[in-house]
């Protein structure tokens, strides 16, 4: 699991920590072949100026100042300009755990305490848990000055990286909000309530890569591909009916479940 050292800072207290990563892609990634004899296609990384194949070992930053004009800058030299306030997380200020929109979130890491943190870090994770509060902060992560919500869990903390505001497109496409009654709308609360249950992530899982793992073995297998059995469309029929029709499907599932 790929992880970093951090230091959370504010005010006068500072908190050791490691991030992890949060996630992990678990898809099925294909490789591209040529056509003809099913050979694999590699890409080559070539000098533009004496065409040679280039190691990645010979490969350096540059920035283009001018036109085919570049300074070479150096992960070392990068590293060397931060400050130790920069390298670690600062906290800037706290906000209401509800209040920021999920589409400014980014990745998300777990945060655990180092040695002699596991005091402070507990503070503010119970702090925060009990009065629903995240904390935002900014650290310095590769070349960029970066945005982390640090967020209370009742088992941990995790610390989301975030975008800045000129980053996230503004949710320009509206729709003519028709009206609702207050039958549909109780209708609609009581089909919602029927389907409440407590979020449990291990209920899900990706089904359509599991067929199309299946197909892959088919295929390994040497046997025919068969299509998938087309949907029948439903009916169109009234909103009020299609909402009792689902509170009575949800109700029946919920008794048998």
Excluded: W
């Excluded at 892609?25 to 070539?46: A, C, M, P, V, W």
């Excluded at 100026?49 to 990068?78: L, S």
């Excluded at 306030?85 to 589409?103: G, R």
């Excluded at 003519?176 to 449990?200: C, G, Q, R, W, Y």
Aim: proline fraction near 4%.
């Amino acid at each position: 699991m790929a992880s970093r050292k951090s230091v959370i800072t504010f005010g006068m207290v500072a908190i050791p920590i490691a991030m992890h990563t949060a996630t992990q892609d678990n898809d099925i990634h294909f490789n591209q072949l040529h056509k003809e004899d099913g050979s694999r296609i590699r890409y080559k990384k070539t000098c533009a100026h004496c065409g040679k194949e280039i190691a990645q070992e010979d490969i350096v930053k540059g920035y283009e100042y001018d036109k085919d004009k570049y300074v070479v800058i150096t992960d070392e030299e990068i590293e060397k300009i931060k400050t130790e306030k920069e390298k670690s997380i600062q906290i800037l200020h706290f906000a209401q755990l509800n209040q920021i929109s999920p589409v400014y979130y980014d990745k998300t890491y777990q945060a655990v305490p180092e040695k002699g943190g596991e005091k402070a870090f507990e503070l503010l994770r119970l702090a925060l848990f009990s009065e629903q509060k995240i904390a935002i902060g900014k650290t310095v992560l590769g070349t960029r000055d970066t945005l982390m919500a640090i967020i209370p869990r009742e088992d941990g903390i995790l610390i989301s990286t975030m975008f800045y505001a000129d980053e996230v497109k503004e949710l320009q496409k509206q729709y003519t909000k028709p009206e609702v009654s207050e039958a549909e709308l109780n209708m609609a609360k009581l089909l919602i309530n029927s389907m409440d249950t407590p979020f449990d992530p291990s209920k899900y899982k990706d089904e359509y890569q599991e067929k199309l793992r299946a197909l892959i073995e088919t295929k390994i297998s040497g046997k025919e591909i068969v299509a998938a059995e087309p949907e029948r469309p439903g009916k169109v029929i009234d909103l009020m009916e299609a909402l009792k029709a689902s509170v009575e499907k949800a109700q029946r599932e919920k008794v048998t479940a």
